[in-house]
C-alpha cells in the first residue's frame, strides 16, 4: 500500500513515523513550503510561544530533555519537530514545496495533483494540514491604503524594525498578548486597538534550572512521570469547560478575575480590560506578563471601534485619528479551512465543498463518508479548544491506524464512516454543548456559522476512549 501524508507539520511528522513503525514505508510528505514544521515555521512573530507546556507539547514516545522553560518559544518547538524528523528519518520523505491543490478518489485510490504539476497516487491519505493556517485577515475599510508596513501577525516582516515607532496591533488574542508584551518596551508608542477584552489565566514562564535540565537528561523516568502529571492536569482543565457549572470551571473564573483586579491599579483601565463573558467561554489566554505590559506608559488600549484605515494610520469610530508607523494585524485564522482550499473529490464525483456545506464535519474528526481511506488528524470538531493537539493527533493516529489494518489485511479496500454514524454523533455532539463553557455568550472562533462550539463538548477522558477501538458498525468497508 502507498500512503501520501499532507503537510509536514506536527501531525505530518507522527503520521510519518506511526506508518513506518508499522511497517508501511512507500509513503510520501506534500509539504507546500521549503522546510518542515508547520504553525511553527510561518508563525514567527515576538514573542510566540505554545501555551500548553513544553513537556507536554512533546510526542509520548520523543521526550525532550532540553526545554529551556516551562511554555517554551516557538524556534525552540520547531527546533524539536526538526530533529524528531531526522532522527526517525521522516525528512527524506518529504517533498519541499508541493502543494496539493487536487485529491480525486478513482479505482480504489486517490490521484493526486500539486501546484507544480506532479502527479501521483495512493490507496491512503493522511490529511495532516492543520488547524490554524490560513490567516483570517479582516474586512477593514481603506486597509490596503495605510502608508507603513502592515502585516497579519503570522506573515511576520522581519525586516522592518520597530525601535521607536508607532506601532498599532488590531486584536487581543492569544498571539497579540504575545507580540504586546514582547515588544512593548521596544516600541516609541503601542496602540492596541481592542474589539474584545481577553480574560488572562496568571501562569509565569519559568525558566528550568540547569540543575533541572540535568536532571532530565539523565532520568529520562522524570520526563515521563512530568508529561503524565501534566497530561492529567489538563485533562482536569478539559473537564472543568466542558462542564460550565463544575467546581474547577469555578476555580479558574476566581483566578482570572482575582488577577485583574489585583494587577491592574486604574480603575478606569481596569474596566475596560475586563470582559463581559465567563472566562473560558473564549480559549482562555496565559500570561504572566500582559496586564503589566498593557499598563506601561507608552501603551494604550483603544475600545472605539474602527471606522476605517488611511495612509497615516487608524480613524476610529469617534473621529480619533491614531497616527501609525506599523500596523500589526493579530486577527487569527479561518478556523474552518482544514484541508481547504484544496479541491477534493470522493465517491460518485461529490466534492468536499459540497459534502462540507454549511459546514465542515467528520466522524470523530477523522472520516468523512464519501471519502474512502482519507483520514484527518485535528479534523473538524475535535478537542481543538481543551487540550494538547499532539496528545490528541497520537489519539487519532493509532485510531486510523486500526481502520488502516482492515485495508492492509484485505477484509475490505476502501473504509469511511457511515453518513448515519455521522450524524448521529453530530446530534450528540451538539446536544452535549448545552453544558460547556462555549456556550454561555460570547463570540470565539471556536464557534460555527449556527453559533455552536466546533469543538469536543464531552470530558478528555470519553475523546480517550472513543479512540481506543473503532466501532466497525460505524464504517462503510467495501
Same mark, same amino acid.
Given at each position: 500500500?502507498?500512503?501520501?501524508?499532507?503537510?509536514?507539520?506536527?501531525?505530518?511528522? =507522527?503520521?510519518?513515523?506511526?506508518?513506518? %513503525?508499522?511497517?508501511?514505508?512507500?509513503? /510520501?510528505?506534500?509539504?507546500? *513550503?521549503?522546510?518542515?514544521?508547520?504553525?511553527? @515555521?510561518?508563525?514567527?512573530?515576538?514573542?510566540? *510561544?505554545?501555551?500548553?507546556?513544553?513537556?507536554?507539547?512533546?510526542?509520548?514516545?520523543?521526550?525532550?530533555?532540553?526545554?529551556?522553560?516551562?511554555?517554551?518559544?516557538?524556534?525552540?518547538?520547531?527546533?524539536?519537530?526538526?530533529?524528531?524528523?531526522?532522527?526517525?528519518? /521522516?525528512?527524506?520523505?518529504?517533498?519541499?514545496?508541493?502543494?496539493?491543490?487536487?485529491?480525486?478518489?478513482?479505482?480504489?485510490?486517490?490521484?493526486?495533483?500539486?501546484?507544480?504539476?506532479?502527479?501521483? %497516487?495512493?490507496?491512503?491519505?493522511?490529511? *495532516?494540514?492543520?488547524?490554524?493556517?490560513? &490567516?483570517?485577515?479582516?474586512?477593514?475599510?481603506?486597509? #490596503?491604503?495605510?502608508?507603513? &508596513? +502592515?502585516?497579519?501577525?503570522?506573515?511576520?516582516?522581519?525586516?522592518?524594525?520597530?525601535?521607536?515607532?508607532?506601532?498599532?496591533?488590531?486584536?487581543?488574542?492569544?498571539?497579540?498578548?504575545?507580540?504586546?508584551?514582547?515588544?512593548? #518596551?521596544?516600541?516609541?508608542?503601542? #496602540?492596541?486597538?481592542?474589539?474584545?477584552?481577553?480574560?488572562?489565566?496568571?501562569?509565569?514562564?519559568?525558566?528550568?534550572? %540547569?540543575?533541572?535540565?540535568?536532571?532530565?537528561? %539523565?532520568?529520562?523516568?522524570?520526563?515521563?512521570? =512530568?508529561?503524565?502529571?501534566?497530561?492529567? !492536569?489538563?485533562?482536569?482543565?478539559?473537564?472543568?469547560?466542558?462542564? *460550565?457549572?463544575?467546581?474547577?470551571?469555578?476555580?479558574?473564573?476566581?483566578?482570572?478575575?482575582?488577577?485583574?483586579?489585583?494587577?491592574?491599579?486604574?480603575?478606569?483601565?481596569?474596566?475596560? =480590560?475586563?470582559?463581559?463573558?465567563?472566562?473560558?467561554?473564549?480559549?482562555?489566554?496565559?500570561?504572566?506578563?500582559?496586564?503589566?505590559?498593557?499598563?506601561?506608559?507608552?501603551?494604550?488600549?483603544?475600545?472605539?471601534?474602527?471606522?476605517?484605515? $488611511?495612509?497615516?494610520?487608524? @480613524?476610529?469610530?469617534?473621529? /480619533? !485619528?491614531?497616527? !501609525?508607523?506599523?500596523?500589526?494585524?493579530?486577527?487569527?485564522?479561518?478556523?474552518?479551512?482544514?484541508?481547504?482550499?484544496? #479541491?477534493?473529490?470522493?465517491?460518485?464525483?461529490?466534492?468536499?465543498?459540497?459534502?462540507?456545506?454549511?459546514?465542515?464535519?467528520?466522524?470523530?474528526?477523522?472520516?468523512?463518508?464519501?471519502?474512502?481511506?482519507?483520514?484527518?488528524?485535528?479534523?473538524?470538531?475535535?478537542?481543538v479548544g481543551n487540550f494538547s493537539l499532539i496528545e490528541v493527533a497520537e489519539l487519532q493516529m493509532a485510531y486510523s491506524m486500526q481502520l488502516?489494518?482492515?485495508?492492509?489485511?484485505?477484509? +475490505?479496500?476502501?473504509? +469511511?464512516?457511515?453518513?448515519?454514524?455521522?450524524?448521529?454523533?453530530?446530534?450528540?455532539?451538539?446536544?452535549?454543548?448545552?453544558?460547556?463553557?462555549? /456556550?454561555?455568550? +460570547? @463570540?470565539?472562533?471556536? =464557534?460555527?456559522?449556527?453559533? $455552536?462550539?466546533?469543538?469536543? &463538548?464531552?470530558?478528555?477522558?470519553?475523546?480517550?476512549?472513543?479512540?481506543?477501538?473503532?466501532?466497525?458498525?460505524?464504517?462503510?468497508?467495501?
Amino acid at each position: 500500500m502507498r500512503f501520501a501524508i499532507i503537510g509536514a507539520g506536527m501531525s505530518g511528522i =507522527l503520521a510519518s513515523i506511526k506508518l513506518s %513503525e508499522a511497517g508501511f514505508d512507500d509513503q /510520501v510528505i506534500y509539504e507546500k *513550503a521549503d522546510r518542515l514544521g508547520g504553525t511553527w @515555521r510561518e508563525n514567527t512573530y515576538p514573542g510566540i *510561544a505554545c501555551d500548553v507546556p513544553s513537556h507536554l507539547y512533546s510526542y509520548s514516545f520523543a521526550p525532550n530533555p532540553g526545554w529551556s522553560h516551562q511554555f517554551s518559544p516557538g524556534d525552540e518547538i520547531e527546533g524539536y519537530f526538526e530533529r524528531v524528523a531526522a532522527d526517525y528519518g /521522516v525528512t527524506p520523505r518529504i517533498r519541499f514545496g508541493e502543494k496539493v491543490d487536487g485529491l480525486e478518489w478513482g479505482d480504489g485510490r486517490w490521484r493526486i495533483t500539486t501546484e507544480t504539476g506532479t502527479t501521483d %497516487e495512493a490507496e491512503v491519505v493522511i490529511a *495532516a494540514t492543520g488547524v490554524l493556517h490560513q &490567516p483570517n485577515l479582516p474586512d477593514i475599510a481603506g486597509l #490596503d491604503t495605510f502608508a507603513g &508596513p +502592515c502585516f497579519h501577525s503570522a506573515r511576520w516582516d522581519h525586516d522592518v524594525d520597530l525601535a521607536g515607532k508607532r506601532v498599532g496591533i488590531v486584536g487581543t488574542g492569544s498571539t497579540a498578548v504575545q507580540i504586546i508584551s514582547a515588544v512593548v #518596551d521596544e516600541v516609541g508608542h503601542l #496602540d492596541v486597538f481592542q474589539r474584545t477584552p481577553p480574560w488572562i489565566f496568571p501562569v509565569q514562564n519559568t525558566a528550568y534550572s %540547569e540543575e533541572e535540565l540535568a536532571a532530565f537528561r %539523565e532520568q529520562p523516568e522524570r520526563l515521563t512521570q =512530568l508529561h503524565d502529571t501534566l497530561a492529567e !492536569l489538563f485533562a482536569g482543565f478539559a473537564a472543568a469547560v466542558t462542564d *460550565a457549572e463544575s467546581e474547577q470551571n469555578k476555580g479558574i473564573a476566581t483566578a482570572c478575575v482575582a488577577n485583574l483586579e489585583s494587577s491592574v491599579t486604574d480603575p478606569e483601565l481596569r474596566e475596560r =480590560l475586563r470582559p463581559d463573558y465567563a472566562p473560558a467561554c473564549k480559549r482562555l489566554i496565559m500570561s504572566g506578563d500582559y496586564y503589566e505590559a498593557i499598563q506601561r506608559p507608552n501603551a494604550e488600549v483603544v475600545t472605539d471601534g474602527i471606522e476605517c484605515v $488611511v495612509p497615516e494610520g487608524v @480613524r476610529t469610530k469617534d473621529g /480619533v !485619528l491614531h497616527e !501609525l508607523d506599523v500596523l500589526v494585524l493579530a486577527t487569527g485564522f479561518r478556523a474552518d479551512a482544514f484541508m481547504r482550499p484544496m #479541491d477534493i473529490v470522493g465517491r460518485d464525483g461529490v466534492t468536499l465543498a459540497e459534502a462540507w456545506d454549511p459546514r465542515p464535519n467528520a466522524y470523530l474528526s477523522i472520516t468523512i463518508p464519501g471519502f474512502p481511506n482519507l483520514f484527518m488528524l485535528n479534523g473538524p470538531n475535535g478537542p481543538v479548544g481543551n487540550f494538547s493537539l499532539i496528545e490528541v493527533a497520537e489519539l487519532q493516529m493509532a485510531y486510523s491506524m486500526q481502520l488502516i489494518e482492515e485495508v492492509a489485511a484485505g477484509r +475490505c479496500h476502501e473504509i +469511511c464512516a457511515t453518513q448515519e454514524a455521522m450524524d448521529a454523533h453530530e446530534e450528540a455532539r451538539v446536544a452535549e454543548m448545552g453544558h460547556t463553557i462555549w /456556550v454561555t455568550g +460570547c @463570540r470565539s472562533w471556536y =464557534l460555527d456559522d449556527r453559533g $455552536v462550539p466546533a469543538t469536543w &463538548p464531552w470530558p478528555f477522558q470519553d475523546f480517550r476512549d472513543a479512540m481506543a477501538a473503532p466501532d466497525l458498525a460505524a464504517y462503510d468497508r467495501r
